[in-house]
């Protein structure tokens, strides 16, 4: 065999060896990649459509790109968790790749929508039980997913629930799997958990590996559920001293990128203290006001947090968050399956790629313009060149791990031997 054609053998097993690869540990680039999708129901179509658009931009580089094979973790709440187990189970008819693309996620709310938000025939809001009786939604993800478990997903997820009896959130995250192995549950249950969001669907109660679980929807614990994607991994890196997450031969903790995706919220509509101090218990029950107020607090304070964590560990520039802070009302519901609100929730996921990028000001609690980065696509088509050029450099480390010599080396030995 000649040495031109012993070189060409290696390097295009070298090609051949960073396509379809799951992604190696963080431990041979220099970032720890996360996603986060957030809750919102129906307006889930909303991050789908933006992640459509990413996962393209990912395809770019690499054609057989999915999103599990370039983040380490991914994160959800309510639909966001549902939609991480779509993202994230093996398919059946090849398991390195995902059960669900983006696009194929957006079909499946356009089909399935109507019949999981299907109101229960006379409901009111005296009604003994929630709206929907949530039978659908729970077949539709037990057909979908199967058996298949958390420690079985192709890349790392979090999804939080809260459990409605022990009064405290129970986040489902492959890396308390050691110390946790209840937590090892179908992906269906956990889903049908954070999904079950209260009014709307009945609480879910099952059992694992001899512990009960009583939830309801993830957002009452997270509705974005970046922080607590975050926090996995600083736990990882600096309590549990997981030498994935770290690098092996330095104290400097591996760098968090995050890439945070929103489901839309409209402008919050507030009142003077003078008038709500008038306000009765039902009135505020019946306003809304109540729930809004705690979950504007919960999405605020998680930025508030991040803002925190990202200039005092590292730089800004690891974040973007993509969310439409001004989305119209009559898109507000979580529940609004129509045909025709489906076809608009799908257009403000198509216009927000257009928009500037925004961050929000933890002082002001306002979005504002982040010049420099042009609009969410251009920001995300920087982020999917950052993505492929982590996970090529995490490939070459490996494989020089492996081989125990460079590849230059390598190749010469070859002429040598030819």
Not at 306 to 315: A, E, N
């Amino acid at each position: 065999m000649s040495a031109f054609l012993l070189l060409f053998l290696v390097f295009s097993s070298q090609l051949i060896g960073g396509l379809n690869t799951p992604l190696p540990s963080p431990i041979y680039g220099n970032l720890v990649t996360i996603l986060s999708i957030d809750g919102g129901g129906i307006r889930g179509i909303i991050p789908a459509v933006v992640l459509d658009h990413f996962e393209k931009a990912l395809q770019a580089w690499d054609k057989s790109a999915s999103l599990a094979s370039y983040f380490d973790v991914i994160a959800g709440t309510s639909t966001g968790g549902l939609m991480t187990a779509m993202l994230t189970t093996p398919h059946p008819d090849d398991p390195t790749h995902p059960l669900f693309t983006p696009s194929g996620i957006i079909e499946f709310y356009k089909k399935y929508g109507p019949s999981i938000f299907n109101e229960t025939s006379g409901w009111d809001n005296a009604f003994p039980g929630p709206k929907y009786d949530g039978k659908f939604l729970h077949n539709k993800a037990r057909e979908l997913l199967q058996d298949t478990r958390l420690s079985q997903t192709l890349t790392n997820v979090v999804i939080p629930t809260f459990d409605l009896k022990k009064l405290h959130p129970v986040i489902f995250s492959n890396f308390q799997l050691k110390t946790v192995p209840s937590f090892d549950a179908k992906l269906s249950d956990i889903c049908i958990g954070t999904s079950a969001a209260p009014t709307y669907l009945p609480p879910y109660y099952f059992e694992n590996d001899g512990t009960e679980f009583n939830l309801v929807d993830g957002g009452v614990a997270a509705t974005n559920p970046a922080m607590a994607a975050v926090n996995e991994v600083i736990k990882q890196q600096k309590l549990e001293k997981n030498l994935d997450i770290s690098y092996k031969k330095s104290n400097e903790y591996t760098k968090i990128l995050l890439l945070s995706i929103g489901c839309g919220t409209a402008k919050a509509v507030g009142y003077d203290a003078q008038v709500a101090d008038q306000f009765s218990a039902t009135v505020w029950a019946g306003s809304g006001l109540a729930t809004n107020a705690y979950d504007y607090a919960s999405k605020d304070m998680t930025e508030f947090y991040l803002t925190t964590v990202y200039p005092g560990l590292q730089s800004s520039d690891y974040y973007l968050r993509i969310q439409e802070y001004n989305l119209d009302p009559s898109m507000d519901a979580l529940d609004n399956a129509t045909a025709m609100n489906l076809e608009n929730l799908e257009k403000v996921g198509q216009n927000l790629l257009k928009q500037p990028v925004y961050s929000m000001n933890v002082t002001t609690f306002q979005p504002e313009e982040e010049k420099e980065w042009g609009t969410n696509a251009k920001a995300l088509k920087r982020l999917a060149e950052v993505l492929y050029t982590e996970k090529q450099l995490r490939l070459r480390n490996k494989s020089k791990e492996k081989r125990g010599r460079p590849f230059i080396k390598a190749v010469t030995d070859l002429f040598d031997r030819s």
